[in-house]
């Protein structure tokens, strides 16, 4: 059974960072693509970066890129979400994903991933 369990968020000022981690489990983790997603109260859940299996081709949605960093660490089933220059936009319930396919492409859709964690909560103070 897959599981995927994120950790790491919290109250952050805006500027700073956090780092999100998300544990796997049930799957063999190094040949699926991963992914995180986020979202805000009363607003629908929103793509923020894709990692292929590998590690090496990752993906970022405009309001993320050049401040946020997905990495994936085949050895630990760990993928993470290093978040810097946070925003008073950023708060919400961050979401890991594990692709649907092995041969994932990244189209921003949420519909491309089969399993998703509980969530963890971030909150930037202005």
């Known amino acids: 059974q897959v599981q995927l369990v994120e950790s790491g968020g919290g109250l952050v000022q805006a500027g700073g960072s956090l780092r999100l981690s998300c544990v796997a489990s049930?799957?063999?983790?190094?040949?699926?693509?991963m992914g995180w997603f986020r979202q805000a109260p009363g607003k629908e859940r929103e793509f923020v970066a894709t990692?292929?299996?590998?590690?090496?081709?990752?993906d970022y949605s405009d309001s993320v890129k050049g401040r946020f960093t997905i990495s994936k660490d085949n050895a630990k089933n760990t993928v993470y979400l290093q978040m810097n220059s946070l925003k008073p936009e950023d708060p919400a319930v961050y979401y890991c994903a594990k692709a649907r396919l092995q041969y994932h492409r990244s189209t921003g859709s949420a519909s491309d991933f089969s399993s998703w964690g509980q969530g963890t909560q971030v909150t930037v103070s202005s």
């Open positions: 990692i292929m299996r590998s590690g090496g081709v990752t």
């Open positions: 049930g799957f063999t983790f190094s040949i699926y693509a």
